[in-house]
């Protein structure tokens, strides 16, 4: 693994800025790995090996997740919604896994750790950079059962929505009276009053000269070569 | 854990702490300390205090006892020169000074010890000036039994710089004065200043081991400075001339001598227009007229730090700025006092 500095800076890189979150997030990260034992968790031999649960979409989970290189679309990236500064990282190989949770003490030593800055965010990563693991986190050992719908790899389960057709993959569908349904039919979805749509330039691929038009994509806008139609098919 | 157990089932057991027994106006104290083993004549005795129920400890694996934890929490504050016996007393362990010297402490670690529930440590202010056995801190575990994994990580935090508390020496410095002024220098009046700081350096166990008198010129100071300095003075200390007046001229002296890190003015009072210079490591102090009518000044805040071999600069002359203000009582109590806290 590369060292801190180097981390951190990389890290901000890809996440925009550099903030207290992403010194929180770089440690954490380099903690986490540490305690499983993958060292170089981006190397391709323990890549696969890795996964882990960020419980906080701010930008401490950036920062653990450009410093381990696990992705959502690998399913080495989990956010659990809990509202934590907190992230467990499991070894796949050993079973071993460890939440590191960001103390609050940290936020309220702040002023002691780097007395010298006045400013709030300058002096939390100051401070955050000078503290000792042993104050920035507390660390639990925990156990991880991880579903054989939920691991790396090619998908394994598929199910058809017995009303719309919509093929469902990692048993995320719901049963239903007996029936295998997805989450739009259940209505338990984060979006309403859904309608499908026609767009201009719905005929775009890419690489070729599809004669696109140059606005902004705008819906309200007809693509140039197709011929008038209704803006939505009812 | 604890269990709660009757008092008449309590005959055998020994007691998980010690019981304060209080008779009003005749005594307060342990009636029965922990360890004792009940027997049947403590029975009245316990049931005339009240205690219908005693505690027996039952520790689990991964618990730890109150007392245990204090040696934990002790050998992990302790660090160069703090000493401290393995005998707590109702929990709580002193930690003392092993040797004369300039007490320390992290302020920053401690804060962080102590935001763990379970644990406290309390100590003298840093940069306290102490004697070798004097206590300087004291630190236990809050609960009686408590889980091991809290107090271990308390320690590590503890020791995550080496010396939350420590005791540093001061050196014997072997110091050169340089005394400037036109009035002192053509005699009109007499030195007062060399005595006054003779009198702090000998008291701090250094010693004086070379005078100069210097008129207000840059160059003569100059001449001093670097004639103290091939004598072989370790730590140079120049009166007068520190302030804005046209005739105070020690400051080019002391630059135009070689110095290379130059800090002028402290955040206490007295001593605004004190200076601080190193020409190559030699400490180059520069004390303000106001060392000469206040007993206690900021050379006294300076000094021991400068001889446990600190490097003071702009940072550490600003930050006394906080419990910098000397109340200037009419019986000065220092070093019993706020100022240099």
């Known amino acids: 693994m590369d060292a801190f500095e180097v981390l951190l800076e990389s890290s901000a890189d890809a996440h925009g800025h550099l903030c207290p979150g992403q010194v929180v997030g770089v440690r954490m990260a380099m903690l986490g790995c540490r305690l499983i ?129 919509q093929v469902v993959r990692d048993q995320r569908e719901v049963i239903e009276k007996g029936q295998v349904l997805c989450r739009p039919c259940t209505q338990e979805t984060y979006f309403s009053d859904a309608r499908e749509v026609t767009w201009p330039d719905m005929n775009w691929v890419p690489g070729k000269n599809n004669n696109q038009s140059k606005s902004d994509g705008n819906a309200e806008k007809m693509s140039g070569g197709d011929k008038p139609r209704p803006y939505f098919c009812q | 854990m604890l269990k709660k157990i009757k008092l008449e089932d309590a005959v055998g057991t020994r007691l998980a702490h010690d019981l304060t027994e209080i008779r009003p106006g005749q005594f307060k104290g342990a009636a029965f300390h922990k360890g004792h083993t009940v027997c049947n004549e403590d029975l009245c005795r316990l049931q005339k205090m009240g205690k219908n129920h005693l505690y027996v400890i039952d520790l689990k694996d991964d618990e730890i006892h109150e007392d245990q934890a204090a040696a934990i929490l002790a050998d992990a504050l302790a660090g160069d020169g703090i000493v401290w016996r393995d005998e707590p007393r109702e929990g709580k362990i002193k930690l003392l000074a092993g040797k004369d010297g300039l007490f320390g402490v992290d302020t920053a670690a401690l804060a962080a010890f102590n935001m763990n529930d379970e644990v406290m440590c309390a100590t003298l202010h840093n940069h306290t000036l102490v004697k070798k056995g004097e206590q300087v801190a004291a630190t236990r575990a809050i609960p009686l039994i408590m889980k091991r994994t809290p107090i271990e990580r308390a320690a590590a935090i503890a020791r995550q710089n080496g010396n939350v508390l420590s005791v540093n020496s001061l050196r014997k410095a072997k110091v050169g004065l340089v005394i400037t002024g036109n009035e002192v220098y053509n005699g009109l009046i007499e030195d007062r200043f060399g005595p006054i700081l003779t009198e702090k350096i000998e008291a701090l166990g250094s010693e004086v081991t070379a005078v100069a008198f210097a008129p207000d010129d840059a160059e003569r100071i100059r001449t001093a400075i670097r004639s103290h300095l091939d004598q072989g003075c370790d730590l140079l200390m120049l009166s007068g001339g520190m302030s804005v007046d046209p005739d105070d001229v020690t400051r080019q002296g002391i630059r135009s001598a070689g110095a290379a890190e130059m800090h002028y003015g402290a955040a206490v009072l007295p001593g605004a227009m004190f200076l601080v210079a190193y020409v190559g490591n030699v400490p180059l102090l520069g004390v303000p007229a106001c060392g000469l009518f206040h007993r206690i000044t900021v050379l006294d805040l300076v000094l021991p730090r400068i001889l446990t071999g600190e490097k003071i600069g702009k940072a550490e002359l600003a930050f006394m700025g906080h419990g910098g203000l000397c109340k200037d009582c009419e019986e000065c109590s220092y070093p019993h006092c706020p100022f240099g806290k």
């Open chain 1, 37 to 165: 034992g993958l060292n170089e968790p981006r190397r391709h031999d323990q890549i696969k090996k890795l996964i882990v649960y960020v419980e906080m979409d701010r930008c401490t989970a950036d920062a653990v997740a450009h410093v381990t290189g696990v992705k959502l679309g690998r399913r080495s990236l989990k956010f659990m919604d809990y509202g934590i500064m907190a992230a467990t990282f499991v070894n796949l190989e050993s079973g071993k896994a460890f939440r590191v949770v960001s103390t609050e003490e940290a936020r309220s030593l702040a002023a002691a750790y780097a007395p010298a800055i006045a400013e709030k965010h300058p002096q939390q990563l100051a401070a955050y950079k000078r503290m000792p693991d042993s104050v920035l986190f507390r660390v639990q050992q925990v156990k991880v059962k991880i579903d054989d719908c939920d691991l790396p790899g090619p998908t394994r389960f598929k199910a058809p929505c017995t009303r719309c057709g």
